[in-house]
């Protein structure tokens, strides 16, 4: 897994994104990563259009893996997700 980072600095969020992305099984990691940059103060307006440059990068990859990972994970950051939410209070 990929260390988490020291600060919700934006170009070493995208670094650390970057770099889960090439795990095998991105979606835990990139999950791990989601929650950790909330918790190191990341709004979800940011964190939203982090993900949302992900999405678009890597939407006509052959290989999905890390595009359904990136959608999974802003399921969860934009709420889609009842329950396991990353900003309940923010619905």
């Given at each position: 897994m990929v260390d988490l980072l020291p600060s919700p600095n934006l170009e070493n969020a995208r670094d650390a994104i970057r770099k889960t992305l090439d795990e095998p099984a991105p979606f835990?990691?990139?999950?791990?990563?989601?929650?950790?940059?909330?918790?190191?103060?990341?709004?979800?307006?940011?964190?939203?259009?982090?993900?949302?440059?992900?999405?678009s990068r890597h939407e006509n990859d052959v290989d999905e893996t890390r595009y359904n990972a990136v959608l999974d994970v802003l399921d969860y950051v934009v709420g889609w997700c009842a329950g396991d939410e990353l900003y309940p209070a923010n619905k």
């Open positions: 835990q990691p990139l999950w791990d990563l989601a929650k950790k940059l909330r918790d190191e103060g990341m709004p979800q307006s940011v964190m939203n259009d982090l993900f949302a440059e992900f999405q």
